[in-house]
Nanobody, 126 residues
């Protein structure tokens, strides 16, 4: 049974940090990532990581240098360390996974990922 469960969201002031976690079950995924969606906006990609052992990562320009995605294959866990948070980072953050490699689905954005968690809220105040 496929299940992705996020945790670690919360409220912080600008400049603060949060670490999101995603517990995955069901498969060994080839690509995992974090997406976010603010009210009235489309879901957008934050970061992805290859599950093929390469650990290759990709970041949206708006978070590169501030966020770090990582995974623990043994625990089937995905993480997102978020530093120097800004009010514009406020959104619901979703964990996503797919059996296909990242290179084959990244261009599709959120539509490329078949499995999703329910999300965790991140609120950054100024």
């Amino acid at each position: 049974q496929v299940q992705l469960v996020e945790s670690g969201g919360g409220s912080v002031q600008a400049g603060g940090s949060l670490r999101l976690s995603c517990a995955a079950s069901g498969y060994t995924y080839s690509c995992m990532g974090w997406f976010r969606q603010a009210p009235g906006k489309e879901r957008e990609g934050v970061a992805t990581v290859d599950g093929d052992g390469s650990g290759r990562t990709s970041y949206d320009d708006r978070v590169e240098g501030r966020f770090t995605i990582s995974q623990d294959n043994a625990k089937k866990a995905l993480y997102l360390q978020m530093n120097s948070l800004k009010p514009e980072d406020t959104a619901t953050y979703y964990c996503a996974a797919d059996l296909r490699p990242c290179w084959s689905i990244q261009a599709l954005g959120a539509a490329g990922f078949r499995h999703w968690g329910r999300g965790t809220q991140v609120t950054v105040s100024s």
